[in-house]
């Protein structure tokens, strides 16, 4: 294949087509197929898409050797140190920074869609004690269309006031379910209280607990959301836009992703990294042991929170969480042993040729769970926590998805290796 400035030339036998070449706002270069089963009757092959663009996106923008994330033309660091994550929010959803009367009213909006509908909060009840905490809020979120059905006719005022609702509602599920989880009271959010300091309240005060949220925690908190609003074409975006453009609502597309979300490859290893360093804690703090495992081909044992398909250098994002988690570790003056065996196991994989051959850097799950452990929340909801922050990216990818002109369903193709044509046996017949 020649690939000229605008096109590339694919010889196939005496046979050849002129495929073009598609170049995004940062120099990105893509082949554009669409053309090739038409022309050739062939299809490209191309487990997890590794090679495969599936979309042209204005959202967010990543360059995985260069280590850097952008949302909407935004460095994260630069949003993380200026912004509170219902700005980011709305600059994801609606494309620009809010200004001061903008940030005001989508924040009377969220307060004004904080509560769930008075029957949702019986279905918390009859969960198993031991139910995931990530099973109840993709159920919940589904069984939110029930009660606000708007959607149906997909006018814009309807998808804007269902958007707002469900960054609302998405946090008070999640504090519910946690109350219900512990048989204590569920705590209402309350209008005077901002959207991070208000979860923090719903999951920690309680009728005999009336100690005001931590500043500190509140600031950390609004930093980790930003953090996780969206990654472009991860799985559980690709999940959200593949359920969107079936038609499907909006709860049903984030139900969905939420589900992908959940996959320990995926925002679940947050709580595999944690459970992964407490059982390191539990060996005796033998990072070695774990490096040798996570090295080991027979071994199915991997590094949770190391390792990523677009970041071939440090995360970014890791790096930012890093500094939070020992930013908040100082400031409550709260050791954590688990911070200490992140540390050491970090600078075992990098100095490892193992990890260096194959570009293996923490990822965003890897200090986050720690500086979430800070503020109480427990080790199963850490996915949730993901899920609260991702939100927002879900949301503007299911947006745009719908506003693209080749608005078409997600259906790939495949190369069927199975049985010739057969003919069916008489029962009695078969061996
Ligand atoms: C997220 O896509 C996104 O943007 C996701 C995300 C987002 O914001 O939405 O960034 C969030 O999901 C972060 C990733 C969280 N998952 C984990 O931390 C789980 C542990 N990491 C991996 O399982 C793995 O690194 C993945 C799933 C993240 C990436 O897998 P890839 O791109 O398919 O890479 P691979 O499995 O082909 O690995 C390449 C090599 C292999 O070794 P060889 O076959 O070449 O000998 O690297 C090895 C792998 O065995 N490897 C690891 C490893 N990750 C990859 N070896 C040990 N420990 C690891 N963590």
């Known amino acids: 294949m020649s690939p000229s400035n605008d096109t590339a030339t694919l010889r196939l036998g005496d046979q050849s087509i002129d495929l073009p070449l598609r170049t995004g706002s940062e120099g990105e270069r893509a082949l554009d197929i669409r053309a090739l089963r ?18 042209e996106s204005s959202i967010t923008f990543t360059d995985g050797e260069r280590g850097i994330l952008r949302f909407r033309g935004y460095d994260v660091e630069d949003l993380v140190d ?29 307060n004004q869609n904080a509560l769930i509908h008075e ?25 939110l269309s029930s009660f606000y059905p708007e959607l ?7 998808i804007d006031l269902t958007v707002t609702r469900l960054l609302s509602k998405l946090r008070t599920v999640a504090a519910f379910s946690y109350k219900k989880s512990l048989g204590e009271p ?29 500043p500190v925690l509140v600031d950390a908190l609004n930093k980790l959301l930003i953090l996780h609003a969206d990654h472009e ?44 360093l407490q059982q390191i804690q539990a060996d005796g703090g033998h990072v070695d042991r774990a490096i040798a495992r996570a090295k080991d081909r027979n071994d199915p044992y991997r590094l949770m929170g190391f390792g990523h398909r677009i970041y071939k250098s440090y995360d970014p994002r890791a790096r930012v969480a890093k500094r939070i988690c020992r930013d908040v ?40 769970g720690l500086t979430y452990r800070q503020m109480g929340i427990p080790t199963d909801m850490l996915t949730v926590m993901f899920a609260i922050g991702r939100l ?40």
């Open 82 to 110: 200026h912004c509170e994550f219902i700005e980011v929010a709305y600059l994801l959803v609606h494309g620009w920074l809010p200004n001061a009367a903008q940030k005001a009213s989508f924040s009377r909006l969220l």
């Open 38 to 55: 038409r022309a050739t009757g062939l299809i490209t092959y191309d487990p997890g898409l590794v090679n495969t663009g599936a979309c």
């Open 329 to 368: 570790t100082a400031a409550l003056d709260r050791h954590d042993p688990l911070l200490d065996i992140a540390m050491e196991l970090e600078a075992a994989a990098l100095a490892d040729p193992y990890f260096q051959e194959r570009n293996l850097y923490p990822n965003v799950d890897f200090y986050t």
């Open 233 to 276: 074409q991860n799985c559980s975006s690709s999940v959200v836009r593949a359920v969107g453009s079936a038609d499907a609502n909006l709860y049903a597309s984030i139900s969905a992703g939420i589900c992908a979300l959940w996959g320990p490859l995926h925002g679940g290893a947050n709580q595999h990294v944690i459970e992964m």
């Open 186 to 214: 569920i705590v209402y959010p309350r209008h005077d209280m901002k959207y991070c300091q208000n979860f923090l309240n719903m999951m920690f005060s309680s009728p005999v607990v009336r100690d005001p949220v931590n």
């Open 392 to 431: 927002p990216g879900w949301i503007a990818q299911w947006l745009e998805l719908r506003s693209e002109d080749e608005f078409r369903i997600m259906r790939p193709r495949q190369i069927y290796v199975g049985p010739p044509q057969r003919t069916v046996k008489p029962l009695g017949e078969r061996s």
């Open 152 to 158: 149906g006719e997909n006018r814009q005022e309807d």
């Open 119 to 143: 029957d949702m909060i019986h279905f918390f009840s009859h969960y198993p004690e031991r139910a995931h905490p990530m099973a109840v809020l993709s159920a919940m979120v589904v069984s």
